[in-house]
């Protein structure tokens, strides 16, 4: 079974501090995803990596960046905290197939309550 | 564009009834991707599904039936004699086959179903 790991479940920062999230997944994965849920939102995508050292932004990076500096960490960074990143942070990865076989499935972690103060 | 819409926000039904949870999608890809994931009060998205656009057939598995019709644009999803455990925010979400977005799931905005005693 694959296993996405969250490293918190539950997070209080307060206004203006660095917050990392950390993902790890054990299934050697290339392709990583960082998505936030709020409620009537659903889940918006942030960032996401198919490569060590490679990053591309999702529909709402503002405010955020990441790190992969290893295949199965994917960090994910708030460089100042503010009220408005208070949220569920969701973790996924996925192996990477190209072509008409690209329907492999994401796998989710737990998910990060982060709360900022 | 890419859109999923889940057009139910909240569904409560009473154990042992069927209960259908809709889905519609927009896509400009000819081949694409839908899955279906369930999210329990626990947090962690778990996958249920996956579907390509090049395969219409149905799929039952126990008491879950999904009917892909493409004619509609819509992969429904239909719980049999549903239970309590049944009791989750449901999330369907397309992912194109387009190059370079390797990964890319779009989440419509999920089906809360209560499912009570």
């Known amino acids: 079974d694959v296993k996405v790991t969250q490293s918190s479940r539950y997070l209080v920062k307060r206004t203006g501090e660095k917050v990392f999230l950390e993902c790890v997944q054990d299934?050697?994965?290339?392709?990583m995803f960082w998505y936030r849920q709020d409620p009537g939102l659903g889940l918006r995508l942030i960032y996401f990596?198919?490569?060590?050292?490679?990053?591309e932004k999702g529909d709402i990076p503002e405010g955020y960046s990441v790190s992969r500096e290893k295949k199965e960490r994917f960090s994910l960074i708030l460089e100042s905290a503010s009220t408005n990143q208070t949220s569920m942070y969701l973790c996924?990865?996925?192996?990477?197939?190209?072509?008409?076989?690209?329907?492999?499935?994401?796998?989710f972690g737990d998910g990060t309550r982060l709360s900022i103060l | 564009a890419q859109k999923v819409t889940q057009a139910q926000t909240e569904i409560s039904v009473v154990e042992k009834e069927d209960v259908t949870l809709d889905c519609v999608y927009e896509?400009?890809?000819?081949?694409?991707?839908l899955f279906w994931y369930k999210q329990p009060p626990s947090g962690e998205l778990v996958f249920l599904i996956r579907?390509?656009?090049?395969?219409?057939q149905n799929e039952i598995s126990g008491r879950y039936s999904w009917n892909f019709q493409k004619s509609t644009s819509s992969f429904n999803f239909t719980i049999t004699a549903s239970q309590v455990v049944d009791s989750a925010v449901y999330f369907c979400?397309?992912?194109?086959?387009?190059?370079?977005?390797?990964?890319?799931?779009?989440f419509g905005k999920g089906t809360k179903l209560s499912v009570k005693p």
């Open positions: 996924a990865s996925s192996l990477l197939i190209p072509g008409p076989y690209s329907n492999q499935p994401q796998h």
């Open positions: 299934m050697d994965h290339e392709n």
């Open positions: 990596s198919y490569d060590v050292k490679m990053k």
């Open positions: 896509t400009r890809d000819t081949t694409y991707y």
């Open positions: 579907r390509n656009s090049f395969d219409e």
């Open positions: 979400a397309l992912k194109g086959d387009y190059g370079g977005s390797q990964g890319n799931l779009i």
